[in-house]
């Protein structure tokens, strides 16, 4: 049983409906079996491991920007008897130990966010380097955040808060729109948005109360990330936390979590 927590990895398996949308989401952009791919993995480990088996026994190549992040899909793949999983460790510079043209297919999942926060390249800079390795019309896809999650019935006292807290990821929150302007920037052919929303209702009180308390103890006064958001008055934090832990009990309290998928080809 996965269920260990490795630094950017959050590794699960109470997450059967987050995985099943990548797949149609896969199978929407028409991604083949037969197809060279890599993927650029995103910090739930079991999503890049489980498109490996969405491409059977098709080499698939992962790319992570963290030593830790490779070491931790190395041992996972292998105790889940994935042989045809390489996976590369990129540079803080933003490049890849991939030689040109190698790939018919590129996927990105949160990869962009992990990759330019960590080491503040740029999106347009990270964007000309997957398309460098791409082959001539192959296709190069990424899904990012499309804003902060939308939490309703939520008071405007407690948006604001939210609004304060959300604002050291201004940049983050829009990195799906961002990844879009950077394709057509590098030229790709029929460049596309899509958008995807992903709901956790009361209906699941076990994976609503996961969440909130995930966000509480986040907000712990003591924790490196509260403390790193000086700019938010410890009242309002604490206004914030005590907001959360009530909605626990709330039958009609959602979370919505907005996606981006940006998508576009390669010229021949």
């Known amino acids: 049983m996965i269920d260990a927590e490795l630094r950017n990895f959050e590794i699960t398996t109470r997450n059967g409906a987050i995985l099943e949308s990548n797949k149609q989401i896969w199978q929407t952009l028409g991604i083949k079996q037969t197809d060279n791919a890599l ?28 030593d830790i992040n490779v ?16 996976v590369k460790l990129a540079n803080a510079n933003g490049k890849f130990p991939i030689a040109d043209s190698a790939f018919e297919v590129i996927y990105s999942d949160l990869g962009f966010s992990s990759f330019c926060q960590e080491y503040k390249i740029d ?14 019309g192959g296709k ?17 006292e407690i948006q604001a808060i939210r609004a304060k807290l959300d604002a050291p990821r201004a940049d983050k929150l ?19 948005l899509m958008g995807y929303s992903r709901f956790v209702t009361s209906d699941d009180h076990e994976l609503m109360e ?27 934090v604490e206004k914030y936390r005590a907001w959360l832990k009530s909605q626990i009990s709330n039958d009609s309290f959602m979370i919505q979590f907005n996606t981006i998928l940006a998508f576009g080809e390669k010229s021949d």
């Open 71 to 86: 070491s931790t899909l190395i041992s996972l793949a292998a105790d889940l008897k994935l042989s045809n999983v390489t």
């Open 210 to 236: 996961s969440e909130l308390l995930r966000r509480i103890a986040n907000l712990d006064p003591h924790s490196a990330e509260t403390q790193s958001k000086v700019s938010v008055p410890a009242p309002e």
């Open 39 to 66: 993927f650029f993995p995103a910090p739930n480990a079991l999503v890049p491991l489980r498109f490996a088996k969405f491409m059977n026994k098709r080499k698939v190549t992962f790319v992570d920007s963290n």
């Open 174 to 192: 829009i990195m799906g729109r961002r990844i879009y302007g950077a394709l057509k920037t590098c030229g790709l052919k029929n460049p596309k």
């Open 123 to 136: 999106v347009e800079t990270l964007a000309k380097e997957l398309v460098r390795i791409l082959k001539p």
């Open 140 to 156: 190069l896809a990424a899904l990012d955040e499309n804003g902060a999650p939308v939490m309703y019935p939520c008071p405007p």
